[in-house]
DNA sequence: ACCTCTCCCTAACAGTGTTAGTGACTGTCT
DNA sequence: AGACAGTCACTAACACTGTTAGGGAGAGGT
């Protein structure tokens, strides 16, 4: 997956125990088994039979093993990608939904992803098949940079969001801990007369229709990109912007 | 800001050293000068002139004092609002530019918000504000409560990634720790028979002018937004929506 | 004077990421 | 064969985290 990774220099010697690949393969068995807030070094080293310290001989700290997780979270996701046919919206639909649907499955995955963007190979697919989609479709080279950043800051965003439990806070004198669960019905108990378009869209805004938010908030944007200027190519040839490969 | 949050029951005995309300404030001026993985139950204590434990008679966990710090950043954010005047395609774009400079001005303060849904009076202002520009624009209820999640999610998301410092990561066969710099040059290095688009794009894909990257979804996103319909009312009273208030 | 409630205290626990220093093993060179 | 150098996992330890248990001082009500 990750291949080797630090160069045997001059000739493996004795086979170690533990490999940069198996370290990630490791990581990804306890996230998806105890989730990332059992995710240690000393558990991960654990799954693999060792002591935590081992672990910074391959890694310079946790933050790069997460780097690493990461990136083969995407890697895991490559399979899932839908095939490219020739409808650029439908293809983008379908790439957000499973991407969505890969996140939500995936346990904690959404968090280790979150804001990063890991250079390793299980980006480059996910990427390399989302840009061959839009350079099919005819968008230029920014615009199908700008869509697929864009594309996987939206998706990622919502799905965190929306694994988050809606934590209940303070509202101006009113008790919190015992406070109402639905937040809901919390926003709508808010004074009407301060925040009177609040109120009235209190139902609205906490409707447990999580699918249909989600499918606004995407097609919204899907729109938005209908209007983009775009030079369609029908050369079936593939590589149609890779010059001087 | 919070008000008093935990009910006095049956009349105030000797006032307490430390309330929600200085909780709170006392959260904020850590996250601020010392950063999000410098607030700790015991560094916020501290500044407060007190011990850890105390903290836990005035909230369930850092969790709860987490969702409260949120509620008290927006709070900050609300007198930076943009007046609404009656272009809702500017207001909304005045609003998310706006947004994403708090997030970038107010240290960490996108980690705290990320993901959260702070049922407090500091999301109540920027919401019954950014609903009443939507509602006076003319938008449906439910499409308002969507434009409404959708664009903080998106902003959210945005500068989330936008803030994280860009992780180098593995690549297939290529020593990690002394690798590249720029990610840029490490996905131009990736094979390019495997990932043409990839690589071809791989300037589009990592130039700095994260002002325009921004530019470019929010305005797509608004783009999708005009194509809803919408049922304009200039009655300037304001509270069009409100029923039974 | 007693009781009860509020609320901060000390002590402690199990766990975290991470560094220092050690030593066993392996392949290469003399 | 023996010395060397590199690889890599080990034990021990540090400073720190969130959190609970239990104690006790102060104040209001009866």
């Known amino acids: 997956m990750t291949g080797k990774g630090r160069a045997p220099a001059d000739g493996a010697r004795r086979r170690p125990a533990v490999t940069l690949d198996a370290l990630v393969r490791a990581g990804l068995v306890v996230l998806e088994r105890d989730g990332l807030d059992a995710l240690s070094m000393r558990s991960v080293a654990a799954e693999l039979g060792v002591r935590a310290p081992s672990l910074y001989w391959h890694v310079r700290d946790k933050e790069e093993l997460l780097d690493l997780l990461a990136d083969g979270l ?38 280790v992803l979150m804001g990063r963007f890991p250079a390793g190979p299980g980006m480059a697919a996910v990427m390399e098949h989302q840009l061959a989609m839009l350079d099919r479709a005819g968008f230029s080279r920014q615009d199908a940079a700008y869509i697929t950043y864009g594309l996987s800051t939206l998706v990622t965003g919502f799905v965190y969001g929306e694994q988050r439990p809606i934590s209940a806070a303070v509202v101006a004198g009113v008790p919190v801990r015992e406070a109402v669960t639905a937040i809901g019905d919390t926003i709508a108990a808010f004074p009407a007369d301060t925040y009177p378009h609040l109120v009235a869209t209190a139902r609205e805004l906490t409707t447990p229709h999580i699918n249909e938010r989600f499918e606004f908030v995407l097609e919204r944007f899907l729109d938005g990109l209908a209007v983009l200027p775009r030079n369609p190519k029908h050369d079936q040839g593939g590589t149609g912007t890779a010059e001087h490969a």
């Open 74 to 111: 995407l890697g895991l996701g490559v399979p899932a990608l839908p095939p490219i046919r020739g409808d650029w919206r439908i293809e983008l639909r379908e790439l957000a939904w499973a991407f969505r649907a890969f996140l939500n499955r995936r346990r904690d995955s959404v968090r």
